[in-house]
């Protein structure tokens, strides 16, 4: 019930989060008029980043020199790691290397004694019996690396002797800092548990929500008994109060609903009442009493078939219920998801309401919607929420690659433009059944609602460069 549209806009909403709230990376900025100490110091820092990139694999020269690891052989398990991929995404990290406000190549000459120092340091040696070792893990052994090469390297520190404002305090500084934004690099994992733990949650109350506008017709239906059944007991009664037509209250839609035992049962156990909307039952009642809908239903004479009664509620719930300005307002009081989740809630009851009218017929369906279609289903939005963020910094460089090469200019590069760009290329990939035509649309619809008004051909055009761009890395054969 809980369809593939509705569960991507909750993805990209909770990836969206994640992402704005994770922690990164803190790069240091240089004080105001600093002395001698903390010049050196600050510049050191700078060059230390950049050497952490260096000795991970990633140029940090915009191709202006050779890397100072060419001939040697690669270490497989520092190199273009998690921690280099998300330092080199740091907009500040950048911004240093095109900018080139670092001097690292000072230092190539002794770059590959420290690359072979790293293999020996008892820190590597328990990372690399690490299986799958995560940031955190990644991190540990950087600081092991600073506090034990960088800071000691006897070779290392001559070279940063040349420097003609090196001073042993600055070197500390510089060494200190490093290791400050190494070490204040926060541990992900709770924020990933908590954005899993959320998405699960969104999506049961969007099931809850179903069951509540199902409800809701149901308790609009209790309220006008009860208005006839004041009417009966006023001073002075007139006929029509008396001998009130109660086809309306005893519609067999709204019997059909509170017969089936899964709705009920559903409904007391999530405790679902509007009770404390009264004003929007009421609201809703006097609309719905007021309608052509309901007008025409009362003048035709005769008692009604199931079908005819679940119509009238099919007709109110697109005229009157969903549309209604009270409703919206009530739903935002109720539950944080709710507004979001309206339009495909709405249109699986209405799906539900033809379900019921043929309820009586022994090949009709089932009339309450289970939660998912299928297993598949119940599990992709939690596997494409943790592989996007598991793949995020890959993807991301993958997008942006093609921004700055296209006709778009890479500074009007809405946040959330990338949040659904990521979302999208995670699909892409994770799922080859996935035409990609239909990603393609449910993100570009994504980006149209929640995004600014031209995200969704900017999206278009930088994701139809990725495809190709997959395809011809053989990451991806369909059409």
């Not at 008029?33 to 060059?47: F, I, Q, V």
């Amino acid at each position: 019930m809980i369809n593939r549209v509705l569960i991507r806009i909750k993805v990209v909403q909770l990836l969206y989060s994640y992402l704005l709230s994770q922690n990164e990376f803190r790069i240091e900025a240089q004080v105001e008029n600093p002395s001698r100490d903390k010049k050196y110091g600050y510049a050191l820092y700078l060059d230390l980043l950049m050497l952490v990139l260096e000795l991970s694999g990633i140029d940090v020269s915009n191709g202006r020199r050779e890397s100072p690891l060419r001939g040697l052989t690669l270490n497989k398990h520092i190199h273009q790691s998690l921690l280099a991929k998300s330092l080199n995404s740091n907009f500040e990290i950048r911004d240093i290397i095109v900018k080139e406000r670092a001097n690292p190549q000072v230092y190539d000459a002794v770059i590959p004694s420290l690359y072979r120092a790293i293999a020996e340091l008892p820190a590597y040696k328990s990372f690399a019996k690490i299986k799958t070792p995560t940031l955190h893990d990644e991190v540990t052994l950087w600081l092991s690396i600073v506090e034990n090469i960088f800071a000691k390297n006897p070779e290392f520190m001559a070279a940063a002797r040349q420097d003609s404002d090196f001073t042993v305090a600055g070197f500390e500084r510089g060494i200190a800092s490093l290791k400050s934004t190494l070490g204040n690099y926060g541990d992900n994992r709770s924020l990933v548990i908590h954005a899993r733990n959320s998405l699960d949650h969104s999506m049961e109350k969007a099931y809850e929500l179903y069951h509540g506008l199902l409800q809701l017709a149901v308790e609009i239906t209790n309220e006008q008994a009860l208005r006839l059944d004041n009417a009966k007991h006023k001073f002075l009664p007139t006929d029509a109060d008396l001998h009130p037509d109660m086809r309306f209250v005893e519609n067999k839609y709204i019997q059909a609903l509170t017969a089936d035992e899964e709705f009920t049962k559903f409904i007391e156990d999530k405790k679902i009442s509007w009770l404390s909307q009264e004003s929007l039952v009421e609201t809703l009642l006097n609309e719905i009493l007021a309608s052509d809908a309901y007008l025409e239903y009362m003048e035709k004479s005769g008692e009604k078939t199931l079908e005819e009664d679940a119509n009238l509620w099919r007709t109110l719930y697109k005229n009157v219920i969903l549309p209604s300005d009270a409703l919206a307002e009530a739903l935002e009081s109720k539950s944080i998801y709710w507004n979001d989740d309206l339009q495909e809630m709405g249109t699986f009851v209405l799906k539900t309401i033809r379900r019921m009218s043929l309820s009586g017929r022994e090949d009709a369906p089932q009339p309450i919607l289970p939660m998912y279609k299928d297993e598949e289903d119940s599990h992709f939005g939690s596997d494409l929420l943790m592989s996007a963020i598991k793949h995020c910094n890959e993807y991301k460089e993958m997008i942006e690659k093609f921004v700055n090469t296209s006709r778009w200019d890479a500074d009007r590069l809405a946040f959330m433009d990338i949040v659904i760009m990521l979302a999208a290329v995670t699909e892409i990939i994770d799922y080859p059944a996935i035409p990609i035509a239909v990603t393609l649309n449910e993100y570009i619809e994504i980006a149209n609602y929640y995004s600014t008004p031209r995200s969704g051909s900017f999206i278009n055009g930088i994701l139809y460069s990725v495809i190709k761009h997959l395809r011809e890395e053989g990451r991806i054969f369909k059409n």
